[in-house]
């Protein structure tokens, strides 16, 4: 957080380097040291071999067999007045003969390599963190631009767009950074060193060396250059693709309902033929570049080969030192290849820098003061907004409302009316903060709109739009999000856990990200106006009756999954309304409505599959129709002789179904009722009907076997009345049930939850839990009166807050998709009243429900406010202007302007546009 | 419990239905639900609009009128004895409750399906015009006697 309070950066630097520079210079520093201190051993290393060979291999300085030579002796020279002898020796070395030389030379060589492997371990590894760190705070700083950006800069912006740079194209950029310095003098520097020591051993040949670099090194830039460019669109390219599937996704039914699918494949196949034939010239090019180089790195040797050759026979070098060169020669190439590697990298993510940091760049940037986090609570507000003289146009220039000069106080109900354009919505956007001001100032408590922290508005002024945003997670995550300003209660980190998040916090400050945690209670409970979660649940459940999504989030409770191990005590709790369900179910007039699962007895209500699974899938393998062809069912079904009076029964349901629906076309509605076979299936089972017409059980091939015994999986005798099963065959059906879960396999046992009647089953809902069976068919009133009973006994067992709890966790999906409009819109609503607002504006925001459930609201709203002594402001931009009745004062606006305001009545009487409006 | 197949036969013993061939009838009985109702309970209440027609299996039910807030009972039905089938075919609301006297079973019959099977098998459509006005006839018959008696009595 403290670097860009610092310095308020409006963009980000325009080089990489110059980024890289400015937040790792010490790093790099460091990085680099190491690398200068590991070239000494790098030298020594290139050196060892040629002394090998001319040592004790070739025999020099060892004159007799019993010559010896001084090893590692170490001295300097130093001046006279240090040392009488000119020398100053620290070690006075080793005498070795020539074997124990060769020994001596060979094992220094081996740990040279060895340190020069760990160095460039260290310095690898040192530059992959710096480089992981750094990729963390360049997305760090894009996101937080995106927090910071004006809204209206969105309208230019695609999210996938946004998403794919933060995701995908900074990611080569910040795995360059830690290359950034310390490749090129790494490899540069070995380089020079083999250049310096082909220099030392022989002028001409090292000349030679330079002179060929030197070509590669002019040449290939030259050709790279249309390379940049070509990285450059297939960047954008790219970019715009994702845009664009982005908008697919999401307008996937325009697509649907206008048939367009056949445009959005031309459009994407053009896309991509463009993508493949930039990304087709650039791997053309660039692995000419290779050849070339390749070429040229083969060409020195060639040279060397044969003039070092020469050299050496004509005596005016020696082998040793030709050696020597060419093995200097052979690390040359690498360096100098991994060098111009490196450089086509640094212009690769220029490219990409560069074109990332310039669409994080806008004008009036949200200044990150205003966003500071505010652990403590913020005032309550005082006065109001004020405006002046305040007109606002779009990006044309259309003036949306004009020279408006208002109070809005707090303890004032107002209603803005007006037709669709008149600037009511713009003016509630405004009061939100979501337009930019084009003349004239909006004030809140005497302070101009925009220089106010947004803890201010966000927490004291509540702001309902037409269009509810809501994030992935549940219920309950996006009722509270409104409350997650700052966080609240630290988490208590114990242990290893503690040494972990230290760790991690003091990772996040080294990369400039958030230090806030994230696993913190960020609930504000106080603003809220309670001081723990279970009061929280309370008022929530308030807020929700007020809104009407109280049974909505009482049907997800009833749907929902608990986990017994993690929730006993509720688990325990509904166990006691299943049996208490159960009493009163024994009643006559009731019985007949359900039937109750018991595993002694065949459930008639249920499919066959049903009966024989008795329990609920939990994994995949078991999973719908999966279940019918495991295997291990089908050995059961075999041992239990079951196979075969299967097959009659679907040879018989598959004649039925085929006498009654072979002369309806597919897509009839009668085919909903025919639950096991669909229209498409019909035909296949009509050709195996004739074939199998009066073949015995024994000679039908498997394949057919199955295909209509699936069939009789779906078989419910009370809903398909074809009178297939008997007393006989539900009993061995029950039987294969038990045998079907003692045999169970262990790598099956984790997919399958057995019904028991005395246990909580997770894998079902809360109220198939209570049930424990099934609805019967055909019951006169049935359902209703079941469901009716089923909630008294929620109630009889105070259940009811915590199945309402259980419906805070229903998962609402990606933007809130599984809620209907109108449920977004009132978890909008009660999203903002939960934070007791001193000002709340609403925005047309219940444009999608029905007048009545409109009005049930409004005056559920305005009672609340009543209710409470604080001064509350209430501005609600109504699309029903006779609502405006309810409300103490009413703007009238038109064409931008404000042409009526007063109380309704004195509006009433004025006979002026209102009362037209409302009449 | 009985199958299909047995109210098929119960279909055929219905005068509306009873010239519709075998596998037509077999369709509408699948297509059809069963319900059981207890005593006291409604298969439809006079004013509501009808979205089902119900011939009883079995039991017996009250047809009952309200007249100035009070019912009275009517008529009594028993096994095949269809329910609301003019409500089915236009959009008139209910013109009677009917409330099982005793345990009662009855093919639920639902205004859609039944629709849909008239537009398709134009036969059914001709039989069932053909039943309508059978009832016609006698409704009138009845009617002119009525008026002749009220004629005479005037007299």
């Not at chain 1, 308020?8 to 325009?14: A, F, G, H, N, V």
């Given at each position: 957080m403290a670097d860009h309070k610092k310095d308020?950066?409006?963009?980000?630097?325009?080089s990489i380097f110059k980024f890289a520079w400015k937040f790792t210079r010490r790093q790099q520093i460091w990085v680099l040291a190491i690398v200068l201190l590991s070239m000494p051993t790098y030298f020594f290393a290139l050196d060892i071999p040629k002394r090998i060979v001319n040592g004790p291999i070739q025999g020099r300085g060892f004159p007799t067999e019993e010559s010896t030579q001084v090893f590692l002796k170490i001295a300097f020279d130093v001046p006279q007045w240090m040392s009488s002898s000119g020398t100053l020796e620290l070690f006075s070395g080793l005498t070795l003969d020539r074997f124990n030389s060769l020994i001596a030379l060979s094992i220094s060589f081996l740990i040279l390599v060895i340190i020069n492997g760990l160095f460039k371990f260290y310095i690898n590894l040192y530059k992959g963190r710096l480089g992981e760190r750094m990729l963390r705070r360049l997305r760090f700083e894009l996101i937080d631009r995106v927090l910071r950006f004006p809204i209206s800069h969105f309208k230019r912006v695609k999210q996938s767009e946004v998403a794919s740079m933060v995701k995908d194209e900074v990611e080569p950029v910040g795995g360059f950074i830690g290359d950034a310095f310390v490749t090129p003098v790494l490899l540069g520097g070995q380089a020079l060193t083999a250049m310096a020591f082909i220099m030392l051993q022989s002028f001409w040949l090292g000349l030679i060396a330079g002179g060929i670099v030197a070509i590669q090194a002019m040449l290939i830039p030259r050709l790279r250059r249309r390379l940049i460019e070509l990285g450059r669109e297939r960047q954008l390219t790219a970019r715009k693709m994702a845009g664009r599937v982005g908008e697919l996704v999401d307008g996937i039914t325009a697509v649907h309902v206008n048939d367009t699918s056949n445009y959005e494949r031309a459009d994407f196949s053009a896309r991509l033929g463009n993508i493949y034939s930039i990304r087709y010239e650039l791997f053309k090019r660039k692995f000419f570049v290779k050849f070339l180089n390749n070429f040229l790195a083969q060409v020195t040797p060639f040279v060397f080969y044969l003039l070092g050759g020469y050299f050496a026979l004509m005596g005016q070098i020696d082998i040793g030192q030709l050696v020597a060169v060419i093995a200097a020669y052979k690390d040359l190439p690498g360096p100098i290849k991994d060098l111009i590697n490196w450089d086509q990298q640094r212009l690769d993510v220029q490219v990409k820098y560069t074109q990332v940091t310039e669409q994080f760049y806008s004008d009036?940037?949200?200044?990150a003061q205003l966003q500071e986090a505010v652990l403590e609570p913020v005032e309550n507000l005082k006065d109001g907004f004020k405006l002046s003289g305040l007109s606002i146009s779009d990006d044309t220039g259309t003036k949306l409302i004009e020279n408006i000069n208002a109070t809005f106080s707090l303890g004032e109900r107002i209603a803005v009316v007006g037709g669709v354009n008149s600037g009511g919505e713009t003016l509630g956007d405004a009061l939100g903060r979501l337009l930019p001001q084009t003349l004239g100032k909006i004030q809140l408590d005497n302070s101009d709109l925009e220089d106010l922290p947004e803890a201010k508005t966000g927490r004291r002024v509540g702001f309902v739009p037409s269009e509810v945003s809501l994030f992935f997670g549940t219920f309950g995550d996006n009722l509270l999000y409104g409350l997650k300003n700052a966080p609240q209660i630290k988490k208590e980190y114990n242990g290893d856990e503690k040494a972990a998040h230290k760790n991690t916090i003091m990772e996040s400050r080294q990369t400039g990200n958030s230090t806030l945690d994230i696993n913190d209670d960020w609930i504000n409970y106080q603003a809220a106006g309670v001081e723990n979660y279970d009061e929280l649940v309370l008022k929530i459940m308030d807020i929700l009756k007020d809104v009407g999504l109280s049974s909505d989030v009482m049907n997800f409770g009833l749907r929902g999954t608990v986990d017994p191990t993690e929730h006993a005590d509720l688990a325990a709790k509904i166990l006691a309304a299943r049996n208490s369900l159960k009493s009163r179910l024994h009643n006559d007039k009731y019985s007949a409505m359900v039937e109750l699962f018991d595993p002694s007895k065949y459930t008639t209500q249920a499919t066959i599959a049903e009966n024989i699974l008795f329990g609920t899938s939990i994994g995949d393998a078991l999973e719908g129709r999966k279940f019918y062809s495991n295997e291990y069912l089908h050995e059961v079904l075999d041992a239990h002789h079951l196979h075969k009076p299967m097959y009659e029964m679907g040879i018989e349901m598959a004649a039925t179904a085929i006498e009654l629906f072979a002369d309806l076309e597919p897509g009839h509605p009668f085919f909903e009722q025919l639950s096991f076979m669909s229209a498409e299936e019909m035909p296949d089972y009509q050709i195996a009907l004739n074939r199998l017409k009066g073949v015995g059980f024994d000679d039908v091939e498997l394949a057919d076997k199955q295909m209509f015994i699936r069939l009789t999986f779906d078989y419910i005798e009370p809903r398909h009345r074809l009178g297939l099963l008997d007393d006989e065959r539900r009993a061995m059906l029950l039987d294969a049930r038990h045998d079907f879960a003692k045999g169970l396999p262990s790598d099956l046992k984790q997919e399958i939850e057995f019904y028991d009647p005395e246990t909580y089953n997770g894998a079902s809902s809360v109220q198939d839990n209570i049930l424990f069976g099934r609805i019967s068919y055909g019951v006169a009133q049935g359902e209703e009166t079941i469901l009716g009973m089923l909630r008294d006994v929620l109630e009889e067992h105070s259940l009811y807050d915590e199945v309402f709890s259980v419906g805070l966790n229903y998962d609402v999906g990606s933007s809130g998709k599984r809620l209907s409009s109108a449920q977004r819109q009132k978890l909008g609503l009660a999203r903002a009243l939960l934070k007791q607002p001193d000002f709340l504006i609403v925005n047309r925001s219940l444009a999608a429900l029905d007048y009545p459930s409109l009005v049930k609201i409004l005056d559920a709203v305005l009672a609340g406010l009543k209710n409470q002594d604080a001064n509350q402001g209430l501005f609600w931009v109504l699309g029903h202007p006779d609502l405006a009745l309810k409300f103490d004062r009413v703007l009238v606006l038109d064409e931008g302007r404000i042409v009526e305001d007063g109380t309704p009545q004195e509006l009433l009487e004025k006979q002026g546009k209102f009362a037209a409006l409302v009449n | 419990m009985v199958s299909i197949n047995e109210e098929v036969e119960l279909l055929r013993r219905v005068p509306l239905f009873a010239q519709l061939e075998p596998a037509k009838l077999k369709l509408l009985a699948f297509t059809s639900q069963r319900m059981t109702f207890q005593v006291g309970q409604e298969l439809c209440h006079q004013g509501d609009t009808g979205d089902a027609a119900y011939v009883i299996i079995s039991g017996e039910a009250d047809i009952l009128i309200d007249q100035n807030g009070k019912e009275i009972v009517v008529a009594q039905v028993g096994e095949n004895a269809v329910i609301g089938e003019i409500a089915v075919l236009c959009e008139v609301p209910r013109t009677a409750t009917v409330r099982a006297s005793s345990p009662l079973q009855a093919l639920k019959i639902d205004k859609e399906h039944f629709l849909r099977m008239i537009r398709e098998f134009p036969d059914m459509g001709i039989e069932v015009m053909r039943e309508l006005a059978d009832r016609l006839t006698t409704t009138t018959a009845e009617l002119s006697q009525a008026r002749g008696q009220l004629e005479a009595a005037n007299c």
């Open positions: 308020d950066d409006k963009s980000l630097p325009e009036g940037m949200i200044d | -």
